[in-house]
């Protein structure tokens, strides 16, 4: 695992100096459909290729774009090379990279990796070993004197959602995985993805990091979140510092 680890960081490192080569006015041109039956946009061609060239055949590869590659290894990358795509088209500096490396459901994932680009920000979590930001140990928080819930809204919010924007303090920052972790390191209470939309790819390695913070992760039916690596696999989310929140949020 360790030397599959050190890949992954390697493909982080890839994937930013690769975008960072692009000029941000190409980002949101579309190139092709994604094996996940969205468009892929140039930015996100250009960061799946610069890690798919780091990790070559060394474990199977699960990205938004390429879709599932079989190397015959009894290890997945689980990938979403961009996190936060639109605001990366639309100059909003929150988008990143998000790698967790597993066998088959999020619930045996070993190791996650999510990156900020625009922050710089590196939070990672190892299973059995804790989560940490930038190297430093990081958990949820405790503290529930002033609440911060990061809800998803537009027509990815649900009548639920709308309701606790009257009554809450809401963020909504348009990058699933960076935004779980702010969960982990206790920047934010929730992050709260009501509709069946995301895949596997936004959330495997955000899992690994809440839980490994000391929060949770359930769909909006309130059961612990664990699917398939299947991009054909859609789940609500909600990522919560604990189960106090979350009965406050279904």
Known sequence: MDYLIDIAKEVVEAIEKAVRKVARENFGKEVAMGADGTPTLYIDKV???????????????????????DNGKKYTFVIDPIDGTRNAAHGIPFYGISIAIGRKSVED?????VKNIPSGDVYEAIKGEGAYLNGKRIEVSEDYSDIIYILALGESGNEKTWKLVKFNTIRAMGAAAIEMCLVACGAAHAYFMPQESLRTTDFAAGCLIVREAGGEVYNANGEVLNVPFDLKVRSSVLAVASRKIAEALL
């Open 47 to 69: 960061a799946e290729d610069a890690a798919l060239e780091v990790i070559g055949k060394e474990a199977n590869v699960l990205s938004e774009e390429a879709g599932y590659i």
């Open 109 to 113: 994932v070993e190791y996650g990796i």
